[in-house]
């Protein structure tokens, strides 16, 4: 059945690909992105002229963005069926170098910026008693890598939102459920939101530490080459729970062929301490 599906960040990478693969397959998509006028000119044009597709203004950095390009949405086809959180920035740099000032701004998008499309999307959907979000968190919010902490921090964050609200959502009938992509090729590397900005304190981490950098850099990219990482497997993957039968969605998937399997099941062997939590603090009824 086709939905309304509204997806942020969709001028490259993951959103560009999850807003042609979901309209391909029928549904109706609303691709959210800034610039649309601006430095996104080129990719705003290339999705509209696709069928089943709208590209909105949408900034998730601004409430008020985020709320005219929701409202827009409403008015044009009276619901939401899903929301799709993409929008996203990283950097890399030595953790104490980096200003609080600095690590804001990846908070205000990967974090906040979450926090604000809940708020506006979450009303028309319990008064339908229906909707799914999903939220494309990271690998990196299962396990803190070295070299990009304040990233870890918001997709840490992200994860806690989606486990805490999906308690409170529940009697609206509304599902909020998470991807976790391991490395891939896109071009979220070349937006870094936050960057090392005490260069008198990357001085004194020295040469080696700085070594250690850009060899986790390369890692990366040399495991993304050995295990041919496809964009395309984490489209399949958002295609696969939006076919889901409602209740029946997992609350994790990670997509990634690089750790062999070890990050799902780390992620599903917590799930019986979650319950247990909830049970013996008294808050399995939510």
Known sequence: MSKVILITGTSTGFGKLFTKTLAKEGHRVIAGMRGVNGKNAESAKELNAL????????????????????????????????????????GFGITEAVSVDQMKNIFDVNLFGLVRTYQAVLPSMRERKAGLIVNITSGFGLFAAPFVVPYNMTKFGAEALTEGIRHELRPFNIETVSILPGPFPTEIGSKAGFGPDKQDVVDAYGAETMKSLEEFGSIMAGKIEEYKMNNQEVADALSTLIKMKDGTRPYQTVVNRIAEGVDQEYADSKQPYKDGMMKNMGWGKF
């Open 51 to 90: 069928d089943n597709v709208e590209v909105v203004e949408m900034d998730v950095t601004s409430e008020i963005s985020v709320n005219s390009a929701v409202q827009t949405t409403l008015k044009k086809y009276g619901h939401i069926d899903i929301l799709v959180n993409n929008a996203g920035v990283v």
